[in-house]
């Protein structure tokens, strides 16, 4: 028989006993080639768990049916750092994203040769001999989560040249990214050099097929980032600031993806995020929301539920199988979790509908975290403009913040404008231009009421705003309480006024006080609140604002002493007083007690001048601060601007 060897065939010819014993050695035999194949099929099915074989040094491409190469940025990255004749490599993800397969190797980008051993592997790596009997590749050993590998390349005795590390990266069954490189490697007998510069677009790559064609630059794949990669095409993604999914350089951002019935979401905070959390809303304020937080507790990534109530959250239990987290990482100051949301879950009494009903999204992140719950969010806030489906991709735009800017506007203009001339005109300014009269009053008089009656409506009209923008009270922050407090002392002053005593009346002094003090502690207030909305993301004003705000305060301030030394010094040398702290009133100018009462107090000249300096350079303050602030974030309006003149 064909299947025999020559030992079975003699016993066949010499004892025909034998003959039943070969043919249960041939179904022996059978048997074992059916159990190979099967483990074959079966090793080909399940995606070779215990790392690629040698033949993957051709390709990099994994076994695995039914997936495919993603053409997507991938995730992941191979950083090399230099020792004595050995290359330090790590193999990770800039977003801390698990994988669990891997394959990478070393080639010569000139000739195309595997180069050099790999060494000091952890447990859950193994060697490749890609060239039989050398350790010139490095494989996974299971399926479990990895993160940040790291093992020793050892580069040949006498070699020079340059290297590239070409991997592929498996972060499940059916996702995988190939030719994922390395920066360029130079090795000068065993002098170990890592380059930085990227690779010229024109230069002809020799390293091993198939590379991954976004990784030319590779300074460039570094600083992208693979969270905004197909937002609008595939997914849905909105962030804050407003415009910063194009730029991808959001604050906080979320992504809806909808594969079937199943809604991902993705979330992804910067700058030490505590939490970033996303709303389901009817409109684009808070209220009412159905929210889900990803909070970082002590380096570990948990997912929550909460409720809106006004301007108030509250974490509530979450319902069973509402939402389920599937990955979440906090590195660096970075934190991103990923989870599924139900597309129909019943929250406070109301049944939110992901596939039938559109819905608003809010996105917020902050820096701090409560005993139950998420603190105030003061990294960003900000919600979409419109409401849709989440399964309708494509562009999600910021909701407006006119009224926001324009609330800004009106109180700048009053408590650095119109407030501070009114005031020095009343505090400095009661013996000067006596002799005229604007309408039947004196001078200081006429202006300070037309600046104060200016300041009193600006400020009235810039709550009203707020009011509508928030659609309720608000004292969450410093800001707004204190600006409350502000406007509520703006409000009484001119019915305050309109109830002073006549000149001479015995309690005339105590109004005068009283309307001092009230004044002075509103002006006092409204600095106060102006220099905290600096803070506010809301604001999105640049840091040195406080700058601009503290010169004004400084240069406020000067004049006040100024003024107070030059009056002191006419006061010695004229019955009229510049300075009415001791808030006595003037005689009528028809007093016959005072024959000078129709003369300007000493010193005139000088006021009218520091009053003239005075109003230009708060004028000048007021329309820098409005500009900043109508047209923030003002930095990039000013990049858009020049962009514009130079291409013009």
Not at 105 to 116: H, L, P, Q
Not at 196 to 221: A, G, L, M, N, S
Not at 343 to 352: I, M, S, W
């Amino acid at each position: 028989m064909s299947l025999c060897n020559k030992a079975n065939c003699k016993s066949a010819k010499s004892n025909s006993v034998d003959v039943e014993v070969h043919d249960a050695h041939i179904g022996k035999q059978m048997s074992r080639t059916l159990l190979f194949l099967t483990i074959g099929v079966l090793a080909k099915v399940f995606g070779l768990p215990n790392g690629a074989p040698p033949e993957t040094c051709l390709h990099l491409t994994p076994r695995h049916p039914g997936s495919s190469l993603q053409s997507s940025y991938p995730p992941y990255q191979v950083l090399p750092a230099a020792g004595q004749g050995r290359i330090r490599l790590i193999l990770g993800s800039p977003q801390g994203l698990a994988y669990e397969g891997f394959m990478i190797f070393a080639r010569d980008i000139d000739t195309g040769e595997y180069v050099g051993e790999f060494a000091n592997l952890p447990d859950s790596a193994k060697i490749v001999e890609c060239t039989q009997g050398v350790k010139n590749g490095v494989t996974h050993v299971n399926t479990s989560k990895k993160q940040n590998l790291e093992f020793d390349w050892e580069a040949p005795v006498g070699y020079e040249g340059t290297i590239i590390f070409n991997s592929t990266f498996a972060q499940d069954y059916s996702t995988y990214w190939v030719g994922v490189e390395s920066p360029r490697v130079t090795v000068l007998k065993r002098s170990i050099d890592v380059l930085t510069t990227p690779t010229p677009i024109t230069t002809y790559r020799t390293t091993t097929p198939p590379y991954h064609i976004q990784t030319v630059d590779y300074t460039t794949k570094v600083e992208e980032d693979p969270f905004y990669t197909d937002c609008s095409s595939t997914k849905n993604c909105f962030g804050a600031p407003a415009g910063c999914v194009k730029s991808k350089d959001c604050i906080a951002a979320v992504a809806v993806i909808v594969q079937g019935d199943q809604y991902i979401f993705e979330l992804q905070a910067q700058r030490n995020a505590r939490y970033v959390a996303v709303g389901l809303s009817d409109d684009k304020n808070m209220g009412d929301d159905s929210v889900v937080e990803c909070t970082n507790e002590g380096g570990e990534i948990a997912l929550h539920m909460s409720w809106n109530s006004g301007k108030r959250n509250t974490r509530h239990m979450t319902p069973e199988g509402a939402v389920q987290l599937e990955s979440g990482t906090a590195k660096d100051d970075v934190i991103y979790c990923k989870f599924r949301r139900d597309k129909l879950t019943a929250v406070q009494g109301r049944t939110y509908d992901l596939v039938n009903t559109p819905y608003h999204l809010l996105v917020v992140a902050g820096t701090k975290l409560r005993s139950n719950g998420v603190d105030f969010h003061d990294l960003v806030y900000l919600g979409t403009s419109v409401s849709k489906k989440l399964s309708d991709v494509g562009e999600w735009t910021a909701a407006s913040d006119i009224l926001i800017r324009v609330h800004g506007a009106l109180m700048l203009a009053s408590w650095i404008g119109t407030a501070s001339i009114g005031m020095l005109l009343a505090r400095y300014y009661r013996q000067t231009w006596v002799n005229s009269q604007l309408c039947g009053k004196d001078h200081w008089f006429a202006w300070h009421r037309f600046f104060m009656v200016l300041t009193w409506s600006m400020t009235i009209a810039a709550f009203v705003i707020i009011f509508v923008e928030l659609g309720t009270w608000s004292s969450a922050t410093i800001h707004a309480s204190v600006g409350l407090a502000t406007t509520i002392l703006c409000f009484i002053q001119p019915f305050m006024a309109a109830m002073r005593p006549h000149p001479g009346a015995p309690r005339r002094a105590l109004f005068n006080w009283v309307h001092w003090f009230v004044g002075n502690v509103a002006k006092i207030c409204g600095l106060i609140a102006i220099f905290f909305a600096v803070r506010l993301n809301k604001a999105r004003l640049p840091d040195w604002v406080d700058w601009v705000l503290t010169a004004f305060v400084v240069f406020h301030v000067l004049i006040h002493l100024i003024l107070t030394f030059l009056g002191c010094a006419s006061d010695r040398q004229a019955s009229q007083r510049v300075n009415s702290f001791p808030m006595k009133d003037m005689h009528s100018r028809g007093s016959m007690v005072h024959p000078d009462a129709r003369r300007d107090a000493p010193h005139s000249g000088m006021r009218k001048f520091i009053f003239a300096v005075y109003f230009v350079v708060v004028a000048a303050f007021v329309a820098a601060l409005v500009v900043i602030t109508v047209l923030a974030p003002i930095e990039e309006t000013w990049a858009t601007f020049t962009n514009t003149i130079s291409n013009y």
